[in-house]
């Protein structure tokens, strides 16, 4: 069975998420701080008459934060019936893969928690890590109830 992934970059490296988790892909627009929210929270955004919550991907998955530019765009991504916006630094391609191209996670050297990954998949010459958002924005709400 294949997959088709939306491939973008944080902190020079690419990840991906499944096309059918993503609602819009927008530039970078106007976003509202919100008082006491945790730091990754970059406040909310109006994206065709409804208020999303904008987080800051790379400091959620405690990448290295880089300035933004042109390129960067928010993801917005449907999570069981609520939406979040996510701050990338480029959204670069849509690829289709197959299951079998799935790599489990290996004990790699990297600043994500594994948790966060559903797999590796090695496209063209890039290694690209597949995130699991259910598990990013789950772990997040435990976090922020208790």
């Given at each position: 069975m294949s997959t088709q992934m939306v491939v973008f970059k944080l902190s020079n490296e690419?990840?991906?998420?499944?096309?059918?988790s993503?609602?819009?892909i927008i530039k970078l627009q106007a976003i509202t701080k919100v008082p006491h929210a945790p730091a990754h929270v970059v406040g909310v955004t109006n994206l065709r008459g409804n208020i999303v919550p904008v987080i800051d991907l790379k400091k959620r998955l405690s990448l290295p934060a880089t300035e933004n530019s042109q390129d960067t765009r928010i993801i917005v991504a449907l999570l069981q019936e609520s939406k979040v916006g996510m701050v990338v630094d480029a959204v670069s391609q849509?690829?289709?893969i197959e299951d079998s191209q799935i790599e489990a996670t290996p004990q790699i050297s990297t600043s994500v928690?594994?948790?966060?990954i559903r797999g590796i998949v090695k496209v063209e010459n890039l290694l690209v890590i597949m995130l699991d958002l259910a598990k990013i924005f789950s772990d997040e709400k435990s976090k922020t109830q208790n």
């Open positions: 690419e990840f991906a998420v499944e096309v059918s993503v609602e819009a849509v690829i289709e928690e594994s948790t966060y």
